[in-house]
């Protein structure tokens, strides 16, 4: 892989591309200001994408900007190990459907990874720019969102699908989440005839349940989908594993091999007094009844819970997509509650942002202890309690410790609990020769099988709650592994 | 074309029996699950019990009472129609052991749950004394059906116009003053369970209830279904739906019940005028 990225970087015309500008000139470009929905215009609903396209000359300015580093440690920043400076310098001589097909050389979500990957964190804190120079990075995640776009508007798809050779073997996934779709789409370009069950009636997992539109619309999403069809992926909705067919089903069906990607599903929530009055919900919930059910339009029979004062609690992307869903459902004030300050808020920068000016108020240092509810059960009060910061704890962060005395009421009509989820127990109830830990997150080995033969397992039933990348990342290593098992035996 | 309906037979003014194709979940339920039913692209998911499977024909059964939008909606198709979608079984069955005498305690639509708990029970050898209880004569539904699977059955009605006058738990404890009874298993209105629950906590008698509580998902992802039992919080559709009556907090699901009450009567509304 990396002799092969080494060998592109020194094809003839990249050798002429790196020669056409200089370096001081490449640095001298300021890096792009990614366009945005106006914020009171956007905030008038749920389905409007808040980061505009850009276009053709703006990316290939910003591709111009990149160094094609003799080392790409951008690279190394990607869970999925993109060759990133092979789709920017493509991008930059304006083959933007060859710089798609690179994309699709390792992530069969470039769409969905050019939106909701932290870049700042991964491939973008690890730019030459970003290291060495300390400039601004090469807005890596726009332009493969550009390229990925650019892909998805076009009729004519980039080569991944020609000719795929199918090896008869049956696979089967469950769940069609990041980590299910990544490993589907390797699998099928393996040749195998991989079929992913999903237990909901749409596809996609949290990017269609819990990712809402304004950040990631459901079209992105389904294009990719038909692009796994094309490769032969057939899904199969409304199809618990385990419940309505177990493995052994499965098995007697043909399948030769399995793959557990069935998310962290099970919201957590504080245990505090009051928690379960009318009105406080999961995030989980909050954001299924309005991204998958639609909650917030006239002609869907889901309802959700709506009002004055909109508390969030949490400081995650979780809590930023409910917060920011409850300003758009028209709450008054749709407020954030998080027991640290917003230093250590594990949200992208970039949500922080985009929630501040659409409106969202931050109280930090606070906790929640306690609901109050009005004497029909619903939720009118949080009781919070400030917090100071203190010594570091094991996560590095500041540890939040509690001022005593410091509690005050404070008005809402919903509340959110967005403080992290747990495994789903789904699998683990059913087959308890499937060894978990005490989490409930699925054990596996280095090559990700679990401790049943031919039962792989990866993304956040692994993990226990993590990133859509790291997900697809397991997916990717996963279907080399079991890849290369199955041809081994 | 998937979950065709297969007959549709209306039991009261608003109870409807609707027989479904659902190969799969008509070979791996188990008493006590239950599936996730929606109707229509704008659909809500609707939790609703199964109350029989036919292996052979490949054949679910449910019994819908239309209370809302959603049940509405679904008990308006008819033979021939698909649910669009259907997804199951969800849910803990049923715990079935050899314990002597069970006593089965049904209200309203939760006969249609009770209907293979009860086969099951009789199955192992249990006697199976069924109480079934209604508002009036219309309302008492599954008779037949109750009788095949039960040892006695026990009819109450509200106002006396049929069986017995009186409510299910004046029926209880008839029972129990003359026989001994080693399981109590009930299954209706919040309301109707807390008070079964209430008698059989004299006598100390082990009780379960089947929640019916409100789910967007029912496979543990939303958490709207969240009861306390035994002062922890925990989740209906993958905890339960069954749990030991005498640990839940009824009071606390009547409540939580009504929290969508609200958008529900918009929701009729809407259908009013449409």
């Known amino acids: 892989m990396i002799d092969k990225i080494k060998e592109q970087r020194n094809e003839a015309w990249r050798v002429e591309l790196r020669k056409k500008l200089k370096a001081k000139d490449r640095k001298a470009i300021e890096r792009i200001v990614i366009p945005e929905e106006d914020s009171l215009e956007r905030i008038k609903s749920q389905r409007i994408e808040v980061n505009r396209p850009i276009t053709f000359d703006q990316a290939q300015t910003e591709a111009s900007r990149c160094m094609d580093c003799a080392n790409p440690t951008c690279m190394e920043g990607c869970p999925v190990g993109i060759n990133i400076p092979g789709f920017i310098k493509n991008i930059e001589q304006g083959d933007i459907m060859n710089a798609a097909s690179i994309l699709k050389e390792t992530s069969v979500l470039p769409a969905v990874c050019g939106r909701v990957c932290p870049q700042e964190k991964q491939c973008e804190a690890r730019c030459f720019y970003a290291e060495k120079l300390n400039l601004p990075a090469v807005a890596i995640g726009a332009l493969e969102r550009f390229a990925a776009d650019y892909e998805q508007s076009n009729q004519t798809k980039s080569d991944q699908v020609n000719e795929r050779v199918s090896n008869g073997v049956k696979i089967a996934v469950i769940g069609s989440g990041p980590s299910g779709l990544s490993f589907a789409g390797d699998m099928a370009k393996y040749g195998y005839e991989v079929t992913v069950f999903e237990a909901l009636h749409e596809i996609g997992g949290v990017l269609k349940y819990g990712i809402p539109e304004f950040r990631l619309p459901n079209a992105v999403v389904d294009a990719e989908i038909e692009n796994l069809k094309e490769l032969g992926v057939q899904f199969v909705t409304n199809f618990i594993v385990g419940q309505t067919a177990s493995i052994q089903d499965l098995k007697e069906d043909g399948f030769a091999a399995f793959y557990i990607a069935s998310g962290a599903g099970l919201p957590r929530f504080m245990n505090i007094p009051g928690e379960n009055a009318n009105g406080i919900l999961s995030s989980n919930e909050y954001l299924t009844r309005v991204n998958l059910m639609g909650a917030d339009l006239a002609e869907s029979d889901t309802p959700v819970m709506t009002g004055k004062n909109v508390v969030v609690i949490g400081g995650g992307n979780t809590a930023m997509d409910s917060v920011r869903t409850a300003k758009r459902l028209g709450a008054e004030r749709a407020m954030i509650v998080y027991r640290r300050s917003q230093d250590e808020m594990p949200a992208r920068k970039e949500e922080v942002h985009h929630a501040e000016a659409e409106g969202v108020e931050f109280l930090t240092l606070s906790n929640p202890v306690e609901y109050v509810a009005d004497d029909n059960g619903r939720v009118s009060h949080v009781k919070i309690q400030k917090m100071e910061l203190g010594e570091p704890d094991e996560s590095g962060r500041r540890r939040p410790v509690s001022i005593p005395g410091s509690e005050y009421l404070l008005e809402a009509s919903v509340v959110v609990v967005a403080v992290g989820v747990s495994p789903n127990p789904l699998m683990t109830n059913v087959m308890p020769e499937l060894n978990s830990t005490d989490w409930g997150t699925i054990m596996v080995d280095e090559s990700l099988q679990s401790s049943i033969n031919d039962i792989y397992a990866g993304g956040d039933i692994v993990r226990g709650g993590a990133s859509v990348i790291l997900a697809m990342g397991d997916g990717r290593k996963a279907a080399k592994n079991m890849h290369e098992k199955l041809i081994g035996n | ?274």
């Open chain 2, 1 to 274: 074309m998937k979950n065709k309906i297969i007959s549709k037979v209306q039991l009261s003014d608003s109870i409807f029996k609707i027989e479904v194709e659902a190969p799969l979940i008509a070979r791996s339920r188990k008493p006590g699950n239950f599936v996730m039913v929606r109707v229509g692209e704008n659909g809500e998911r609707i939790p609703l019990t199964i109350a029989d499977a036919n292996r052979d024909k490949g054949t679910i059964t449910m019994v819908v009472q239309k209370m809302g939008v959603s049940s509405a909606k679904l008990c308006e198709l008819n033979s021939g129609d698909c649910i669009t979608d259907l997804v199951g079984p969800l849910g803990k069955p049923t715990k079935i052991e050899k314990v002597g005498t069970v006593l089965a305690c049904c209200g309203g639509v939760g006969v249609a749950p009770m209907l293979p708990i009860i086969e099951a029970h009789q199955k192992v050898g249990n006697r199976v004394i069924t109480i079934l209880a209604a508002r009036t004569k219309e309302l008492v539904i599954l008779e037949e059906e109750v009788r095949k699977f039960s040892d006695e059955v026990v009819i109450m009605t509200d106002d006396g116009s049929y069986g017995n006058k009186g409510l299910v738990t004046a029926g209880m404890e008839q029972v129990i003053a003359r026989e001994s009874i080693h399981e109590c298993v009930t299954i209706g209105p919040a309301i109707m369970m807390k008070f079964c629950a209430e008698t059989t906590r004299k006598y100390d008698i082990h009780t379960v209830a089947s929640l019916n509580s409100i789910m967007v998902d029912g496979t543990g992802m939303c958490g709207a279904c969240r009861v306390s039992v035994a002062g922890k919080t925990r989740f209906t559709c993958i905890d339960g739906p069954e749990f030991d009556a005498h640990q839940v907090d009824f009071d606390e699901i009547l409540t939580r019940l009504k929290g969508y009450q609200d958008k529900e009567k918009l929701g009729n509304k809407l259908q009013e005028v449409k």
